[in-house]
């Protein structure tokens, strides 16, 4: 038989690693940067980025390959493509996740451990850091620098069906339950005036989302704890709430989660789950994205019937089911 080299080509093109890794590598020494002002040589980029000539230069001649730069007379410029690339002083640009030195940079890495979700069912993370996603953020080097970009970001995908919730509508008190750095409790509180709310995360989720409360002059009105949400929760408020926060855990663990929530909320309390899946709006246009989902999260798309399941065995009734764009939102109570 014929050796069918263009067929392995194509597929040695499909799996290559070293251009994804070589558009990273650009991003994070910020090269496009460096060349907006005018055209370089690998000696002076060299110096620009405290980098090694010889590994830049290879690094450079792939990129003029890629399009993304253009070499002439010794020196390397920008192309349009390349132009792109250039980042400037935005505080959290579309290119935070290709760049290495971030936390976030570094969790998109997990996509090399692929086979660890597909054998395991665990998300790439625990393959990654032997560790969910959470806990290594929390703990890693950077992270609160990395939050602090973070703090400009609005509460996410169709969040209105849950702001609006008569549930919420109606409370005094509530907890976001993994409400990460405050976005959706700025959002509830800025809504409602006369509500009150204590966010629940790990360390510095919560330590970032104090400062958010303080600077948007709600730290009268919000409180945030930084402990694990599986200990014994806060008791006694109207309603808890736990927002794209059950897709991270298997099945035991977000019973164990709703139970601890039970236990919380009492017989008066409410328990609000939402959940957002975004596979029926990608699942056929962008299988990547997709199979992404499925790779860091443990179950990115549960169905109501699905939670209602869950709910069920902590000992929840489901009071109404709400389903509005890609957000699911479960009321329940004891
Ligand atoms: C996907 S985020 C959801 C954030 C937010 N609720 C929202 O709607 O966008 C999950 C959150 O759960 C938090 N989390 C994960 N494990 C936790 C734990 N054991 N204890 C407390 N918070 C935890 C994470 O730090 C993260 O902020």
């Known amino acids: 038989m014929t050796p069918d080299f263009a067929g392995h080509a194509r597929i040695m093109a499909l799996a290559d690693l070293v251009t994804p890794m070589s558009v990273r ?5 910020r090269l496009a940067d460096h ?14 980025t405290g980098t090694a000539p010889r590994p830049l230069r290879k690094l450079l001649d792939h990129l003029v390959h890629l399009g993304l730069l253009r070499a002439g007379e010794g020196r390397y410029g920008l192309t349009d493509l390349g132009r792109l690339l250039r980042r400037g002083d935005a505080p959290m640009g579309p290119f935070d996740q290709l760049d290495l030195d971030t ?69 005094r008190t509530v907890v976001d339950v993994g409400g990460n750095t405050g976005a959706l409790v700025e959002a509830l509180l800025t809504r409602y005036p006369e509500l009150s709310a204590t966010l629940i995360d790990l360390p510095s989720f919560a330590g970032a989302a104090a400062q958010r409360f303080a ?62 899946s975004l596979t029926e709006r990608l699942r ?3 299988t990547g994205m997709t199979l992404w989902f499925e790779a860091v999260m443990h179950h990115p798309d549960r169905s109501p019937d699905d939670i209602a399941a869950l709910a069920a065995e902590a000992g929840l009734k489901v009071a109404a089911v709400e389903q509005a764009g890609t957000r699911i939102v479960l009321e329940l109570h004891g």
């Open 215 to 276: 600077a948007a002059g709600l730290d009268g009105r919000a409180a945030a704890l930084g402990q694990d949400f599986f200990e014994p929760l806060p008791p006694g408020a109207d309603v808890y709430v736990l927002s794209a926060v059950l897709a991270d855990w298997d099945d035991d663990a977000a019973v164990r989660l709703l139970r601890n929530c039970a236990l919380a909320a009492g017989d008066t309390g409410r328990i609000l789950v939402s959940e957002v």
């Open 284 to 286: 056929h246009v962008d």
């Open 25 to 29: 590598t650009a991003v994070t020494l």
């Open 35 to 48: 060349l907006d002002a005018g055209d370089l040589t690998a000696d002076d980029l060299a110096a620009r």
């Open 103 to 171: 936390v976030l940079g570094r969790t998109e890495l997990s996509a090399v451990h692929l086979l660890h979700k597909v054998r395991t069912g665990q998300s790439v993370y625990h393959g990654m850091y032997g560790t969910d996603l959470w806990s290594h953020v929390d703990g890693a080097q950077g992270t609160p620098d990395a939050l602090k970009a973070q703090l400009a970001v609005p509460a996410g995908f169709d969040i209105d069906v849950l702001l609006a919730h008569p549930v919420l509508a109606r409370a």
